[in-house]
């Protein structure tokens, strides 16, 4: 019963150009989302995050969506660099006070040069 | 400011061995997590901490035992550990809602 899924296990964009990568969640009652950005041989980084009490979020060239009647959220990147060249992770977590998140499988960012 | 060490960072272990891994952060976080990462799998829960001597299961406790005598460090055991145990073990802190600050890794094999 996977809570949180990122269904694009990889993306290729060419660099400038927008990526959005994709997550879907089944869960009601998450109330806080994040996206975590990860380099090999390395643990998760914070990348930004959004409440569920707004849509949009935004961080310089990151910003997040979330749609909460579809369940659905989205990282946008724009411009892409080389250095976004990632694995990237949605995680949820409800209000429930222990602050304990489940994270998604996962999409494998490329951007070209 | 070194913020959440993970120590070991590579082990080999065989099966039916033991061992503890150490989780050890300087923020004063009350919040402390232990995750496997696996390949197509995501990072999942083990157990989790929400402050000094709690402990709680997560979403995959089983041959996992944790111990959080100190609030800065939050301990993972394997009592006996099987080749399903091979993953990558991360350690996690929060002081709440703003996100986790993740340790670097432990890379465990079980022969």
């Known amino acids: 019963d996977q809570q949180v899924k990122q269904n694009s296990p990889s993306l290729s964009v060419q660099e400038g150009r927008i990526s959005i990568l994709n997550c879907d969640y089944t869960n009601s009652m998450f109330d806080y989302f994040l996206w975590y950005k990860k380099y090999p041989a390395e643990g998760p980084t914070f990348l930004i995050s959004?409440?569920?009490?707004?849509d949009k979020n935004e961080d310089g060239r990151f910003t997040v969506f979330l749609n909460k009647s579809a369940k659905h959220l989205s990282l946008h990147i724009v411009p892409s660099q080389p250095g976004d060249s990632a694995v990237y992770f949605c995680a949820a977590t409800d209000g429930s006070g222990t602050y304990k998140y489940i994270f998604g499988t996962g999409t494998r960012l490329k951007v070209l040069a | 400011n070194a913020g959440v060490t993970q120590t070991p960072k590579f082990r080999v272990l065989k099966t039916g061995q033991s061992m503890t891994l150490l989780c050890a952060q300087d923020?004063?976080?009350?919040?402390m997590y232990w995750y496997r990462q696996d390949p197509g799998m995501g990072l999942r829960l083990i157990h989790y901490?929400?402050?000094?001597?709690?402990?709680a299961k997560g979403e995959v406790p089983d041959g996992y035992n944790v111990s959080r005598l100190k609030k800065q460090n939050f301990l993972l055991g394997l009592e006996s550990a099987a080749p399903s145990q091979t993953s990558v073990y991360f350690c996690?802190?929060?002081?709440?809602?703003?996100?986790?600050?993740f340790g670097s890794g432990t890379r465990l094999t079980v022969v």
């Open positions: 923020m004063n976080h009350e919040y």
């Open positions: 901490s929400v402050g000094e001597g709690t402990t």
């Open positions: 959004i409440s569920s009490i707004k």
């Open positions: 996690a802190s929060t002081p709440g809602y703003y996100g986790y600050t």
